[in-house]
């Protein structure tokens, strides 16, 4: 069974980084997708971005501030958000898709507020 | 960009209607959509990809169909478990964007 689990700060000062990690258990961490989305409490779904074979592809409104990476070593991979702003405030989840598939798997969010 | 337009917002329904929600995309994204639905605290959870196909261990009552630019997630005969919020989501040229959500409210 196929597991994810967001780890990181949760509470970031403003213009600091946002650090999240997810860990992958009951699967490799290999030819998968992996994705990062956000949910500004009482909104909706955002998609931050994602990461396959190397490959990344962001959401151009945050692409600027974005940068995941994957450690299949610790079959982990990793979402860093810049400069953030108390607009960043919200719940992070991670996510596995396969091609055309949809997001599968999820790990259950972890909150991040930005404040000072 | 692709924006993603669900109609209503909200809908109020009793346990045995059928339900119907509508997602319009801003320019074809052929079959690639995916339904989700999402409880209070909790994570989406997947239930249609590919416009129409239904996910393992997703009851048969959800259904999804469309392609081009609109699609429908209709719920043939509502339960108490499914008064929730659910999401369209767009899968086109490594571009992914959700529709703004629809609430099914109990009447």
């Known amino acids: 069974q196929v597991q994810l689990q967001e780890s990181g700060a949760g509470l970031v000062k403003p213009s600091e980084t946002l650090s999240l990690t997810c860990t992958v258990s009951g699967g490799s961490i290999s030819s998968f997708y992996w994705s990062w989305i956000r949910q500004p409490p009482g909104q909706g779904l955002e998609w931050i971005g994602y990461?396959?074979?190397?490959?990344?592809y962001y959401n151009p409104s945050l692409k600027s501030r974005v940068t995941i990476s994957v450690d299949t070593s610790k079959n982990q991979f990793s979402l860093k958000l810049s400069s953030v702003t108390a607009a960043d405030t919200a719940v992070y989840f991670c996510a596995r898709h396969t091609y055309g598939n949809g997001m599968g798997y999820w790990g259950q969010g972890t909150l991040v507020t930005v404040s000072s | 960009d692709i924006q993603m337009t669900q109609s209503p917002s909200t809908l109020s329904a009793s346990v045995g209607d059928r339900v119907t929600i509508t997602c319009r995309a801003s320019q074809s994204i052929s079959i690639w959509l995916a339904w989700y639905q999402q409880k209070p605290g909790k994570a989406p959870k997947l239930l249609i990809y590919?416009?129409?196909t239904l996910e393992s261990g997703v009851p048969s009552r959800f259904s999804g169909s469309g392609s081009g630019t609109e699609f429908t997630l209709t719920i043939s005969s509502l339960q108490p478990d499914d008064f929730a919020t659910y999401y369209c989501?767009?899968?086109?040229?490594?571009?992914?964007?959700f529709g703004q959500g629809t609430k099914v409210e109990i009447k």
């Open positions: 590919r416009a129409s």
């Open positions: 990461i396959y074979s190397g490959s990344t």
């Open positions: 989501q767009q899968y086109n040229n490594n571009w992914w964007t």
